[in-house]
């Protein structure tokens, strides 16, 4: 979902987003905080967290990316990544370098189907993960919000020249792919602890997801983190877990030589 | 039509700002310098510590110890064998990167440090203590245990922590304490480890003193994952599948805390869950967030001792600032900035020389820690460095959880749980 986001803004607006784990690094904390002040669980606040995030997609769009969109590729990626540090110190500021690892209701449930054992939060955001794919998958294709958006995305020019608000239009994407990032924070919550730092690293596999499905194909983001989830959970059966990274990396490489446009294309 | 305003500086505005500063520069000839030149001067530390990146929890808790230590220094009337200089802390952040924390160090000293402290990581440590040795600047490490930093023969580099030896040799003795005490002995056992150079040298080390001791615990497996990592699940059913009785985790903040819930999720048995010497176990937010599950974890740590009056005062002016207790990293780097400030004050001066001279005499009692008195061998090793072993117990006062329960001339508590309940029947 994290990869689902990066590949909602890739695919609209062709920026890479790399403040998208500390984007959902915030979303964790919102959640954390509404869990600590109010007792209410993470799912429930899942909304709520998606649309705080989702307003604060918005505004970054708004007063950042909308004004370095014509710029070269290299120069998009250096407000990107001030934005995300940015976004890292604030949570270090507000919330201490502490990590924090709520007890929520059902953080610590499993299923058991004989011996093999079935980790109820992961059941609930893989559910989740698929059900929140359909409907931004619904929403492109069916409303039309979402026809403007995939309109804005084939042909900026030909947008505006319909009388499309392609501005807003990228503001609403890109704040939708916050939001998403923020729904897979929230639902990570419960399976791992919480701390500042978090955000580099799963926007570095967010990427590497986005690589392998086809940059900006959003069903290409869902399968990519799926192979990849897989992929580094069975070699640590049979390599040191250190080397997870680096049959991420090789992953990336033999689909980057051999399809260089992902399993299931998407831009160049 | 208006004329433009002048935003430049007209004749008067000038004549008087030059009036003021030559009045100024005539004051200051004579009454005004005085009280300046008669101020002590500043001696700067500087301290590099993980301050970001997946150890900050602890970096940052180490720049308060230090920092207390410098400000209770200065409090006190600064090092008086030099007219009182007051102690600078010049903060570095090492980002939990080698490679930063010796580009941090260089600043640092550029930036006129007379002594360096820090780093909490080994790796981190050996980079800075390479670095102190090409600039003679003395290198007091508060925190970093791994023996190699101080095994080549190195001038500048002390260290007030415990070395991964003598982690490992306390460990032992812990271990068969708690065995014969409780005449339970298990069978096998699988060790953890972060892939960082204290965890790999620390892992290492403790199935080779595991092998040399004697201890009929055979070690089924050794299992290591990246610094910072997000998910055990994969490493937890290889653990599950070597079906061990006990578990060596040598961890980092934050995987413990994984490793725990974990162990929990996918119900492995064991009859405890004892740490070789590594933090991950004992810090008041994981204490908080685990609750029972944290309950009956052993760890061999060098530890604060809650009952000497140098930690209650320096408990109390920590709690007062951060709003939570003096914990052994930050009780650790504030020793750190009072052995400099002991040394200092021997040496008179902050010539290296003079500092090393004072450095190797050093003999310091006053400090927080389980430890015996701080004395420098020829390696730069601290002699009286000890640990203690600590193990989470249940109690109504979070704060009180975590109890010293041998030595007994430190223990808080008379009883050690072991075996423990599994997890998942508390």
């Known amino acids: 979902m994290i990869a689902l986001g990066l590949s909602l803004i890739f695919g609209v607006m062709g920026v890479?987003?790399?403040a998208h784990g500390q984007m959902m690094v915030m979303a964790m904390y919102v959640s954390y905080w509404i869990f600590v002040l109010l007792g209410l669980d993470p799912y429930l606040s899942l909304v709520v967290v998606a649309a705080i995030i989702f307003v604060q997609g918005y505004l970054i769009?708004?007063?950042?990316?909308?004004?370095?969109?014509?710029?070269p590729e290299a120069m998009q990626v250096l407000p990107l990544v001030s934005m995300g540090l940015i976004l890292e110190n604030l949570a270090l500021l507000l919330w201490g370098p502490d990590y924090r690892s709520p007890q929520t209701a059902l953080g610590l449930e499993t299923?058991?189907?004989?011996?093999?054992?079935?980790?109820?939060?992961?059941?609930?955001?893989?559910?989740?993960?698929?059900?929140?794919?359909f409907l931004i998958f619904i929403l492109l294709k069916k409303t039309n919000i979402g026809k403007c958006i995939r309109a804005a995305s084939d042909n900026r020019t030909g947008a505006i020249v319909v009388g499309i608000n392609v501005d807003r239009i990228y503001n609403t994407s890109f704040a939708l792919g916050a939001a998403t990032t923020a729904a897979a924070g929230v639902l990570l919550l419960p399976l791992m602890p919480l701390s500042p730092h978090l955000g580099h690293d799963f926007t570095l596999t967010a990427f590497i997801v986005v690589i392998l499905g086809g940059m900006g194909n959003l069903i290409g983001a869902l399968v990519g983190g799926l192979i990849l989830g897989v992929a580094e959970s069975v070699s640590t059966l049979f390599l040191p877990a250190t080397l997870k990274h680096a049959v991420s990396f090789s992953i990336l490489i033999?689909?980057?030589?051999?399809r260089p446009q992902g399993l299931f294309g998407g831009k160049k | 039509m208006d004329q433009p305003k002048n935003k430049g500086m007209d004749r008067r505005t000038f004549i008087k700002t030059s009036t003021m500063i030559g009045l100024g520069v005539a004051a200051s000839s004579f009454g005004v310098p005085k009280l300046l030149r008669a101020a002590p001067p500043t001696i700067k530390i500087g301290s590099v510590q993980p301050a970001t990146g997946p150890l900050a929890v602890i970096g940052v808790g180490q720049r308060r110890g230090n920092?207390?230590?410098?400000?209770?220094i200065n409090a006190m009337g600064g090092i008086k064998s030099m007219d009182g200089a007051k102690l600078e802390l010049l903060l570095g952040d090492s980002e939990s990167k080698p490679e930063v924390g010796r580009s941090e160090a260089d600043r640092l000293i550029n930036g006129g440090a007379k002594v360096m402290t820090g780093p909490f990581q080994s790796g981190v440590a050996m980079a800075i203590s390479t670095l102190c040795e090409q600039r003679q600047v003395p290198f007091i490490m508060d925190v970093a245990a791994l023996d190699a930093i101080t095994d080549k023969g190195k001038k500048y580099t002390f260290r007030v922590f415990i070395t991964v030896s003598g982690l490992l040799e306390g460990g032992i003795k812990y271990l068969k304490m708690v065995t014969d005490m409780k005449k339970v002995m298990p069978k096998r056992a699988v060790v953890t480890n972060t892939a960082d150079a204290f965890g790999k040298g620390m892992s290492g080390g403790w199935v080779k003193f595991m092998e040399k001791s004697g201890l009929p615990i055979e070690i089924v497996d050794r299992v290591e994952f990246p610094l910072g990592i997000h998910d055990l699940s994969a490493e937890v059913a290889r653990i599950k599948a070597a079906k061990p009785d006990i578990l060596f985790p040598v961890s980092r903040p934050g995987d413990g805390i994984i490793l725990t819930r974990e162990l929990y999720k996918q119900r492995v048995e064991l009859l405890g869950i004892y740490g070789p010497g590594s933090p991950g176990w004992y810090e008041p937010d994981v204490i908080k967030d685990l609750d029972k599950l944290i309950y009956y974890v052993m760890v061999n740590v060098p530890w604060i001792n809650p009952s000497s009056p140098?930690?209650?005062?320096?408990?109390?002016?920590?709690e007062k600032a951060h709003n939570r207790y003096l914990d052994t990293n930050s009780a650790y780097a504030y020793t750190g900035v009072l052995v400099i400030a002991d040394i200092l004050e021997r040496a008179a001066s902050t010539d290296p020389e003079k500092i090393l001279a004072a450095t190797r005499q050093t003999n310091f009692k006053n400090h927080p820690v389980v430890s015996g008195p701080i004395q420098f061998d020829e390696k730069g090793d601290n002699t009286g460095a000890l640990t203690a072993l600590i193990q989470v117990q249940p109690d109504a006062d979070l704060l009180k959880r975590v109890k010293i329960v041998a030595p007994t001339e430190f223990a808080q508590s008379d009883k050690i749980i072991f075996p423990a309940p599994q997890l998942w029947k508390r």
Do not use: E, H
């Not at chain 1, 769009?61 to 710029?71: C, E, G, P, T, W």
């Not at chain 1, 033999?254 to 051999?258: C, D, S």
């Not at chain 2, 920092?67 to 209770?72: F, K, M, P, S």
């Open chain 2, 67 to 72: 920092q207390l230590a410098v400000d209770y």
């Open chain 1, 111 to 133: 299923l058991w189907i004989g011996p093999i054992m079935i980790d109820v939060s992961r059941l609930i955001a893989f559910a989740l993960a698929i059900l929140i794919t």
């Open chain 2, 310 to 318: 140098v930690y209650k005062q320096a408990n109390a002016a920590f």
């Open chain 1, 254 to 258: 033999i689909i980057m030589l051999f």
């Open chain 1, 61 to 71: 769009q708004a007063s950042v990316v909308n004004r370095i969109l014509d710029y």
């Open chain 1, 16 to 18: 890479i987003n790399f």
